[in-house]
């Protein structure tokens, strides 16, 4: 199909479908009844008399519908396969000849990315719910969990560790109806329509929106982390700030994973190692806190610490070479920084 073909298919399928109000009134009044009068149609629509001639003449020019010149006219409906059956072809014609010249965009150019579209913005969240490994974040609508259950049960049978956040936390599902374990490992709730709309795979690619954004508000906006450093800001953001002040619990820890564990935050980490037995084997690459360049800890887990409150977590490796200690993401008082965890019952993972 030429670029010619194309704008003239292009044309005439947008000609067929350009009906207006009164005209898709009157043409699915006189389907679910064969064949109307004028009158009849006034009758059973919000239709002028006076404008109901031009629609039906409107809808008889586009093939939809018969007129029968008779005292009164009739307006017979035509069989829908049969008047949208040129248009069926050209359309799939066409869709296939503009999925052939469509290319995709590129989405891994630009570290950070604002959008504003209602789709552009679920359409990250699926892929941000989808790229997760082994670690994802989420802060969701009710609205949103029923949208992505399928994704996140999905993710729970690949053994990625979910941590969910449901907002507000009056409209959340009750925990009586609603098996949380299905789709999360611990689900909290928190209050106010004033929580944003967050998912974070693997503490690197992730999505922070405002609800407003996604009513289509206009001067509201997303934000994308595309696998971009700055990724872990909406990671401590919702560890630090919405996980610690959610209002209820929905879900405690169904956390059964088999060791090998990964880790991308240091808090949950520890949060999970200390409410078990025995002995931990950890190796973390991260970067040392003087030098900044990259570096590797392996040892066994000797000591954590973590406040009330989960803001802050850390944890000691013994090294062949002493004792590391180990912080999270911006860790200042530590040794070392952590970006990845694996963590192992008798001997520190592979990498």
């Known amino acids: 199909m030429t670029s010619d073909d194309l704008r003239v298919t292009m044309e005439q399928v947008g000609d067929r479908f350009d009906l207006g109000e009164y005209e898709i009134d009157a043409y699915l009044t006189v389907l679910e009844h064969g064949d109307l009068t004028a009158s009849q149609i006034a009758d059973r629509t919000d239709i002028p008399q006076p404008r109901v001639y031009d629609t039906v003449r409107s809808l008889s020019d586009r093939g939809l519908v018969e007129l029968r010149e008779s005292r009164p006219m009739k307006v017979i409906a035509v069989d829908p396969e ?16 503009l999925e052939a010249r469509y290319t995709a965009p590129a989405r891994d150019t630009e570290a950070v990315s604002l959008v504003k579209s209602r789709s552009t913005i679920l359409r990250y969240l699926e892929e941000v719910i989808d790229a997760a490994e082994f670690e994802l974040a989420l802060s969701l609508t009710p609205d949103l ?3 992505y259950e399928d994704e996140l049960s999905a993710a729970i049978d690949a053994g990625v560790s ?54 289509d508000d206009e001067d509201r906006y997303g934000v994308i ?34 060791f090998p564990r990964r880790y991308s935050s240091i808090r949950r980490c520890v949060k999970e190692l200390q409410e078990l037995e025995g002995d931990f084997y950890a190796t973390i690459e991260g970067r040392d806190i003087e030098t900044g360049s990259s570096r590797v800890v392996r040892g066994e887990v000797v000591g954590f610490s973590f406040e009330a409150g989960e803001r802050v977590a850390g944890m000691k490796i013994r090294t062949d070479d002493g004792v590391v ?27």
């Open 162 to 215: 979910i941590e969910l956040l449901v907002t507000p936390a009056s409209e959340a599902p009750d925990p009586d109806e609603f098996d949380y374990h299905d789709v999360a490992t611990t689900a909290r709730a928190r209050r106010g329509i004033t929580t944003p709309v967050i998912a974070v795979a693997d503490g690197e690619y992730s999505i922070y929106a405002t609800q407003d954004a996604l009513r």
């Open 225 to 258: 982390f595309n696998r971009s450093a700055l990724g872990f800001l909406v990671s401590g953001f919702f560890g630090t700030v919405l996980w610690t002040t959610a209002e209820r619990t929905l879900a405690a820890n169904g956390e059964d994973r088999p």
């Open 82 to 97: 049969e008047a949208f059956s040129g248009v069926q072809t050209s359309l799939m014609d066409m869709v296939s000849e």
């Open 325 to 351: 200690t180990v912080g999270g993401q911006v860790a200042a008082l530590e040794d070392v920084e952590a970006h990845e965890i694996r963590v192992g019952r008798n001997s520190p993972p592979e990498r």
């Open 145 to 147: 969990l029923d949208r």
